[in-house]
């Protein structure tokens, strides 16, 4: 199983859209895939369960706030989605338990600036 978390201490840089593309991506390549959210706003979870029922299977990888819990053993590839400002012990405890990070930074000063430390 491969673990993908998309990050970046920045809110509105596109952490949950490219969270939903990846997941979706690798569904519709017919793989087993779950998709996470850590965000208070559930943004993932709300896509998830809005998404047309005919389009590729994408399971809902559930995470109680103070609970992080690998996805199920059948699982090809997890994607999880975090929120703005993840830092400190739960981020260090994310990224031991994930394969991959990927961060989306817009090209503007500023984004890169915000994202800098988090680097």
Same mark, same amino acid.
């Given at each position: 199983m491969r673990k993908i978390m998309v990050a970046n201490?920045?809110?509105?840089?596109?952490? &949950?859209?490219? &969270?939903? @593309?990846?997941a +979706? /991506?690798?569904?519709?390549h017919d793989e $087993? !895939?779950?998709l996470g959210d850590l965000d208070r706003?559930? +943004? +993932?979870? @709300? /896509? #998830?369960?809005?998404?047309?029922s005919n389009l590729a299977t994408i399971r809902h990888w559930e995470i109680l706030d103070e609970d992080f819990k690998l996805p199920p053993k059948n699982c090809n590839f997890a $994607?999880? *989605?975090?929120? =703005?400002?993840? @830092?400190?012990?739960? #981020?260090k405890e994310v990224l031991n =338990? !994930? *394969?991959k990070v990927v961060v989306p930074v817009s090209s503007s000063r500023f984004d890169m600036l915000a994202t800098r430390e988090f680097f």
């Open positions: 201490p920045k809110g509105g840089c596109g952490k &949950s859209t490219l &969270s939903v @593309h990846i +979706s /991506w690798f569904a519709r $087993i !895939v779950y706003q559930q +943004s +993932s979870r @709300h /896509w #998830l369960e809005a998404r047309p $994607i999880l *989605d975090t929120p =703005a400002g993840l @830092h400190g012990k739960r #981020l =338990a !994930v *394969d």
